[in-house]
């Protein structure tokens, strides 16, 4: 029996993919403060790394077409051993959904509600993204249009505004930053951004055309990327070494817009394009999450499952984290260390693994 | 495994509670199905009244007139009819004159038969008439206002077609008025209605299938397609739906789309419905299915997709540039009509720093005594509106009146000087009223989701709406209609269909027929309809 009945298709996959990434934009201002004014260079670098990542990932979802990770683990590593690396990157999605879910709670406390407890927001947040979830993914992947529609255009109105207030000079000098910097920067923006595409995995084989996988998730990536770019661009250029140190330098920048008093106050579409987009992300995570105990468990339906492990993740984000500074030093300084191994490490032992046993058969 | 319970519980509950009455009440219940009930007619014309009179009962409105006729007055016959339902004028002078006063020609005693067949065909001067035997039929056709002819000595009646009632005349639709376009409407004849759309689609194609649902109304209801356009799927699926209804009563169409909607606990309605026969017969021909019911104006199109509640026909008579821009207007006032208290509250109560600060000023001056806090007052006022609403509604007209001006000054004027309210709520609360009117197709539902913004917007400001936002577009991208996604063309996207979403393109370049709907026959017109001065090219040849 099939877990999950709906399809996507080849460009809702690309979309889905896009507004995935572009959902980094708050997540970046964890490398503004590592490599400054040459963040943008991160950026790209991270671009094309991660560029590089999906293709290991997607020559693994190739491999056994309509498989799930979880079942290709099982594939690969036979029952016993592939339910324990499945548990592993269980792990993985689900401390990021609780991140993301600390992420939201932050922004909103921070920037729109700030005496509002933080398990309320979170509460009202997982439940929508529950809602979306038990919907199956191509509601979420019909949403995927309206957030991107609505984020790039966001995006592209913004740095229009914007250039009259950007200076060049901010981008000056150039590699200025220690090498070594730019690279802790780049891994970061890896962390939070480019890699999690490997989640992508667990929605794959339900696409209808399944050899459009490549093409349309390198194309999500390209657009989720440029989106990025072009927001980073933007912060530098018009916030300066300001954006090293305020907590969310897109709203910081918009802020700055001001044409003849009639265009101001333009922060409130970033903060609606960016809970848009932590939804979004969050949702894919949750959907991941619910959906690989499903297949573990072999479960009939992943819809039991969603409730319960929506009160998780949100106990989870509440003893993880004390305060935005505890994430913020965790996200710089120890989690992307650890990550490496699910990311990059676990992946491609399983097609090297995979290559060598000669699967499928 | 949860689904066949749930059947299971529901099945027992219903078995449970009919069987409670018949149980009390086993003495009333009539024992029809012991009984040996006639079901065809017998030679006897005495009999046959008999078996009539027994399904029919003492109707006051039933008329029995009995006659003799032929050459020598040999034979007895009978008109059976409904009074009122019937032309009486049509009785008279097309059956009853010429059997009472013409011979029956070449009628021989001999085969009884025939006398019915010559009846048919050389006598009544009547354009439909049914040979049947079986009870029921008979029942049936005299029930809808037909008029039975039985002749002694013969086992078949003659179902005549006399049926005619009163019924308005087709005036201006009142739900949906227009500056442009055809003033007629549907009325309550079922009849009427399908030649209003025959009328507009005179093609072969068009096909109008009916069937009758409701086991005591027996409500003629009729499927209107154009059958190389609509997909067959789809009217199966129809056919199949309306098949299933298995009720007592259809008194109108919104009880039909009731019985075969698709997402029945959902605040959008995913039937359509029109009142005018040029937007019915517009929509056959992108590929959708029209329902018609008899005894109601209203007829239901499907699959209805969202966008379609902000296509007017007028769209499409006015040039493009004027319909594009009245259709953003349309979007942007239902966009109000549903966030513009939410906004309000949101922005008073939490987000003071977005106001620029000299309207701020004047607002908090407005809002200085009034006792409650915004949110209370935004509910109260949307109470207010909507009573006041549905009070206009229905009364009479001169009485309305008075209901107007007691809203607009006792409410309005009377309660902002009294300090009750502050004036800028009025202001939004008039705002939302007259935007909520733009698209009439989505009043019911913005009335709701009116409501839920609000709370939300009081409870958690900015982040409540756009919660609530992704909320409602998470339930519309999961609503289907008939198959068709109901979000479509937007999600999922299908870029030949955007040319009639935000904006209405020029009609030459409207080639194909909506992909999600008619992709059947995709073709409407010719590549190259664009109009314009010969070009040279054309000068020349010429």
């Known amino acids: 029996m099939k877990l999950e009945k709906g399809e996507i298709s080849s460009s809702q996959l690309m979309l889905l993919v896009g507004s995935f990434l572009q959902g980094g934009l708050l997540s970046l201002s964890f490398a503004y403060a590592i490599s400054r004014q040459d963040t943008w260079l991160a950026v790209l670098a991270a671009l094309f790394i991660g560029l590089l990542f999906a293709l290991v990932y997607i020559a693994l979802a190739n491999r056994f077409p309509g498989k799930t990770l979880m079942q290709i683990n099982d594939l690969i590593f036979g029952p016993f051993l592939g339910k324990l690396v499945s548990i592993q990157y269980l792990y993985l999605f689900i401390s990021s959904l609780s991140v993301y879910l600390w992420f939201i709670g932050d922004f909103v406390l921070t920037y729109l509600m700030p005496e509002t407890p933080i398990i309320l927001i979170m509460i009202m947040f997982s439940l929508l993204c529950a809602y979306a979830v038990r919907q199956g993914i191509e509601v979420i992947a019909r949403i995927c249009f309206i957030a991107i529609i609505v984020t790039s255009l966001v995006i592209l109105i913004t740095f229009a505004l914007l250039i009259k207030d950007m200076k060049y000079t901010y981008f000056l000098p150039i590699f200025e930053v220690p090498i070594g910097e730019l690279i802790q920067s780049t891994h970061i923006i890896m962390h939070v951004s480019f890699s999690e595409v490997l989640v992508f995995l667990m929605v794959i084989p339900y696409m209808n055309k399944p050899k459009q996988t490549k093409k349309s998730v390198l194309l999500g990536m390209l657009i989720g990327g440029l989106g990025l770019l072009t927001a980073t661009i933007r912060n530098i250029a018009a916030l300066g070494p300001l954006s090293a140190i305020v907590t969310s330098p897109s709203l910081e920048s918009v802020r700055l817009i001001d044409i003849g008093k009639v265009i101001t106050r333009l922060e409130v579409l970033v903060a609606m394009a960016q809970i848009l987009l932590l939804f979004i992300i969050t949702s894919v995570l949750y959907y991941a999450v619910v959906l690989g105990i499903a297949q573990i468990t072999k479960l009939r339906s992943y819809k039991p499952l969603v409730l319960p492990i929506g009160i998780f993740a949100i106990t989870l984000s509440l003893i993880s984290y004390e305060s935005s500074m505890q994430l913020r030093y965790s996200t710089r300084y120890i989690t992307p260390i650890f990550t490496v191994w699910f990311y990059f490490i676990l992946p491609l032992l399983s097609l090297l693994v995979a290559k060598l046993r000669k699967l499928p058969k | ?542």
């Open chain 2, 1 to 542: 495994m949860g689904v066949m319970l749930r059947y299971l519980t529901s099945k027992l509950k219903y078995l449970k509670l009919v069987n409670q009455y018949y149980a009390t009440n086993q003495k009333n219940q009539a024992p029809s199905q012991d009984e040996k009930t006639p079901t065809s007619l017998t030679q006897n014309l005495t009999t046959n009244l008999e078996i009539l009179n027994g399904f029919i009962g003492n109707n006051f409105d039933l008329v029995i007139r009995k006659f003799t006729f032929g050459e020598h007055r040999q034979t007895n016959a009978a008109l059976v009819y409904l009074n009122g339902m019937t032309d009486q004028t049509m009785i008279n002078e097309s059956i009853l004159k010429p059997l009472l006063f013409e011979s029956v020609p070449n009628s021989n005693p001999a085969s009884n038969h025939s006398v019915i067949e010559m009846i048919t065909m050389t006598m009544l001067s009547v354009a439909e008439i049914k040979k049947r035997t079986l009870i029921q039929d008979i029942v049936e056709g005299y029930l809808s206002g037909e008029t039975i002819l039985l002749v002694d000595g013969s086992p078949e009646a003659l179902v005549i077609m006399t049926s005619d009632w009163k019924s308005r005349s087709i005036t201006d639709p009142k739900t949906e008025s227009v500056v442009r376009g055809p003033r007629e409407g549907f009325i309550e004849n079922l009849l009427t209605n399908t030649t209003l759309i025959r009328r507009k689609i005179k093609s072969s194609d068009l096909v109008f299938e009916s069937m009758k649902i409701g086991e005591r109304t027996k409500t003629t209801v009729c499927i209107a397609y154009i059958k190389d356009i609509a997909n067959p799927l789809l009217i199966e699926e129809i056919k199949r739906r309306l098949k299933d209804i298995k009720t007592d009563s259809i008194l109108e169409s919104g009880i039909v789309e009731q019985y075969i909607e698709d997402a029945p606990f959902s605040i959008f309605s995913t039937i359509a419905n029109t009142e005018k026969p040029d937007l019915a017969a517009a929509k056959i021909l992108e590929g959708r299915a029209a329902i018609l019911v008899d005894g109601t104006p209203f007829v239901l199109t499907v699959p209805m997709v969202f966008i379609e509640s902000f296509q007017s026909s007028e769209d499409y008579y006015s040039r493009p540039y004027f319909a594009s821009i009245i259709r953003m207007f349309r979007y942007l006032a239902y966009m109000l009509s549903i966030l513009a208290p939410a906004t309000y509250v949101a922005l008073t109560t939490y987000h003071q720093e977005l106001i620029p600060t000299a309207l701020l000023f004047s607002m908090s001056a407005a809002q200085e005594g009034v006792p409650f806090p915004v949110l209370v007052e935004a509910l109260g006022m949307g109470v207010i509106f909507e009573i006041l609403r549905e009070a206009g509604v229905r009364l009479p007209r001169p009485v309305g009146q008075a209901v107007s001006i007691v809203g607009a000054l006792v409410i309005g004027e009377s309660a902002v000087s009294a300090g009750l309210i502050g004036a800028p709520m009025v202001i939004v609360v008039a705002l939302t009223a007259i935007a909520s009117f733009v698209v009439p197709a989505q009043t019911d539902s913005g009335g709701i989701l009116r409501a839920i913004f609000t709370v939300l917007a009081g409870f958690s400001g900015g982040f409540g709406i756009m919660v609530g936002l992704i909320g409602v577009s998470i339930h519309l991208a999961s609503l289907r209609s008939f198959g068709t996604p109901y979000l479509s063309p937007l999600a999922p996207l299908s870029v030949p269909d955007l040319k009639d979403t935000f904006i209405r393109a020029p009609l030459w370049a409207m080639i194909t027929r909506p992909r999600t709907i008619g992709w059947h026959d995709p073709k409407r017109q010719e590549f190259r309809l664009k109009p314009g001065p010969p070009s040279e090219e054309d000068a020349s040849s010429n």
